[in-house]
C-alpha cells in the first residue's frame, strides 16, 4: 500500500504557458501533500504544504501567484505552474503523508519549458 | 542551521562487492533519519526510518546504523547489484512527520559497475 502517482511523468510546453500537474494518492487518504522542486544533483526542496480544504503554505522565496496549488481531495492535490518560463524547467515531486510520520513519494514530473 | 552532509558525492563499485554511505547532521531538535532511494528521473522510495533510540536497522541488503550521540548514519550496502545504481539521499526530521522539519542531505550517487 501507499502508492503516490503523479501525472504526467513529463511534459514540455512553451514560455508563457501555464502546466498543471496531479498527485494522488491511490490506496490511502493523504492528510498532507507536499510539493517538491528538485535540479539536477541537487538534493529535493520544498515548494509548499498542502491540506485538503485550505490554503497551501509555501517557503520562503517560493511565489504563491506563480505556483498554485490546489488540494481538492484527501487524494489530489494538484500544481500548477502559471507562466512558466524556462528557469522553472526542473524535476517536481510531490509527497503525502497518512497519520504516521512516513511520506510516500511520487515518481516525479520532469517539466521542460522552452 | 540544520544540515546534512553526505559522503562520498559519488562512489563506483564493482557488481557484489559491498559499500557504505555517511551522513552526518546537525538538526535540532531531532525526531528520526531516513535512507532513501532515487533511481535517475523518478521519485524517492524509502529504505529505513530510525528514531533516537534506534541503533540499526535492515531492509534486506540494505543496513543503516544511526549514532544519537555523534550525529552520525551510515547505510551499508551488501553484496551490491546493478539495479542498485542509483543516489542515496539521506533526510532527519526534526518534527513528526511535516516536511517542513526535514532536512534532505544532497545525497550519494552510487554507480555499480559490471
Known amino acids: 500500500g501507499a502508492v503516490v502517482s503523479q501525472h504526467p511523468s513529463w511534459v514540455i510546453c512553451k514560455s508563457g504557458t501555464s502546466v498543471k500537474i496531479e498527485c494522488r494518492s491511490l490506496d490511502f487518504q493523504a492528510t498532507t501533500m507536499f510539493w517538491y522542486r528538485q535540479f539536477p544533483k541537487q538534493s529535493l526542496m520544498l515548494m509548499a504544504t498542502s491540506n485538503e480544504g485550505s490554503k497551501a503554505t509555501y517557503e520562503q522565496g517560493v511565489e504563491k501567484d506563480k505556483f498554485l496549488i490546489n488540494h481538492a481531495s484527501l487524494t489530489l492535490s494538484t500544481l500548477t505552474v502559471t507562466s512558466a518560463h524556462p528557469e522553472d524547467s526542473s524535476f517536481y515531486i510531490c509527497s503525502a503523508t497518512r497519520q504516521t510520520y512516513e511520506q510516500y513519494f511520487g515518481p516525479g514530473t520532469r517539466l521542460t519549458v522552452t | 542551521k540544520n544540515q546534512v552532509e553526505q559522503s562520498p558525492q559519488s562512489l563506483i563499485i564493482l557488481e557484489g562487492k559491498n559499500c557504505t554511505l555517511q551522513?552526518?547532521?546537525?538538526?535540532?531538535?531531532?525526531?528520526?533519519l531516513r535512507w532513501y532511494k532515487q533511481d535517475t528521473g523518478r521519485g524517492p522510495v524509502s529504505l529505513t526510518i530510525?528514531?533516537?533510540?534506534?541503533n540499526t536497522k535492515s531492509n534486506g541488503r540494505y543496513t543503516a546504523t544511526l549514532d544519537a550521540d555523534t550525529k552520525q548514519s551510515s547505510l551499508h550496502i551488501t553484496a551490491s547489484q546493478l539495479s542498485d545504481s542509483a543516489s542515496y539521499i539521506c533526510v532527519v526530521s526534526s518534527s513528526g512527520g511535516g516536511a517542513d522539519g526535514l532536512t534532505f542531505g544532497k545525497g550519494t550517487h552510487l554507480i555499480i559497475q559490471p
Open positions: 551522513c552526518n547532521y546537525t538538526v535540532s531538535p531531532f525526531s528520526n
Open positions: 530510525m528514531t533516537f533510540s534506534e
